[in-house]
């Protein structure tokens, strides 16, 4: 992947904040990785804070939104 476009990705996910913490999840260490699919597709490995995070949906919701 180039890299160009990586760190824009990354910056784009840098808007998603956690809103129990009120941190971008970039800078908190939830994503783990960033790939594009076969398709062009962003395919991004990430984390939540806690295991049953109740505003998971809200998260992946966000970032689905800035891909």
Do not use: R, W
């Amino acid at each position: 992947m180039d890299e160009a476009l990586k760190e824009n990705i990354l910056g784009a996910l840098e808007q998603v904040i956690d809103p129990e913490l009120n941190v971008d999840i970039v800078n908190l260490g939830l994503v783990y990785d960033v790939d594009l699919d076969e398709n062009g597709k962003a395919d991004i490995t990430m984390t939540l804070t806690s295991m049953g995070c109740p505003l998971a949906p809200i998260i992946v919701d966000e970032v689905k939104k800035k891909h």
